[in-house]
């Protein structure tokens, strides 16, 4: 257990409908990332938050993905009008700080997205 | 070899043996590279780290090496055990950028 957790584990939801899901990084780290990861490949990089502010968004995050990290500390990812090619495991890790071992990415146990 | 979709490449192994998984990155300014293992249904666990002003790292069992000539990276595995069949993954961090960029991960089965 790193200490990044995620909820819920699994979600499968139909096709149109929206879904959100959530991360607690470990509580000093200010950095926080979310990363998409489909069966076989490596985690594909989506965005990532210093404290509340989003400092970066890839070309993968389309406009019916929002994330937020309102207080800098949990972060949402919301999809919505949720579509087949969604379904993958979102990761969420987090970073203490720049430097050094604060650098070391640690990542929670993911949401498995499912859309029928 | 090179993997697509589902077909991972796999290196098998015979228990107490040493492995040694490659991996090639892409960003000749990448001043930061992670191994991670991952196990099926979980997420990427941290392994070893190096930077880029180093060429080796070792760790408990694990030692990683680096050559910033041909941007080759790998992971070698003393006395493989049965708990190390996982998924492994590189990563590397741009210079100036602050995400990870993984590699195309290798499957590593230990045969008892």
């Known amino acids: 257990d790193t200490g990044v957790s995620q909820d819920p584990r699994h979600k499968i939801t139909k096709r149109g409908q929206n879904v959100t899901f959530r991360c607690d990084p470990i509580?000093?780290?200010?950095?926080l990332y979310w990363y998409r990861q489909t069966l076989g490949q490596g985690p594909e990089f989506l965005t990532y938050?210093?404290?509340?502010?989003?400092?970066?968004k890839s070309r993968l995050l389309s406009d019916r993905f929002s994330a937020e990290r309102p207080k800098g500390s949990f972060s949402t990812l919301e999809i919505q009008r949720t579509e087949q090619g969604d379904s993958a495991m979102y990761l969420c890790?987090?970073?203490?700080?720049?430097?050094?071992?604060?650098?070391?990415?640690?990542f929670g146990p993911g949401t498995r997205l499912l859309v029928l | 070899g090179e993997s697509v979709g589902l077909h991972l490449p796999t290196l098998s192994v015979q228990e107490g043996d040493n492995s040694i998984i490659n991996c090639a990155y892409s960003?000749?300014?990448?001043?930061?590279f992670i191994w991670y293992k991952q196990e099926s249904g979980k997420g990427p666990q941290f392994i070893i780290d190096?930077?880029?002003?180093?060429d080796k790292r070792q760790g408990q069992r694990v030692t990683v090496l680096l050559n910033k000539t041909v941007k080759h990276l790998s992971l070698q595995i003393a006395a493989t055990q049965p708990g190390d069949s996982a998924v492994y993954f590189c990563?590397?961090?741009?210079?100036?950028?602050?995400?990870?960029?993984f590699g195309t991960g290798t499957q590593l089965k230990v045969e008892l």
């Open positions: 890790a987090s970073i203490l700080g720049t430097g050094g071992k604060k650098e070391t990415q640690y």
């Open positions: 509580s000093e780290h200010n950095r």
């Open positions: 938050f210093q404290n509340e502010a989003q400092l970066e």
């Open positions: 960003n000749s300014a990448s001043d930061y």
């Open positions: 190096i930077r880029s002003n180093m």
């Open positions: 990563a590397e961090k741009g210079g100036g950028g602050n995400k990870l960029t």
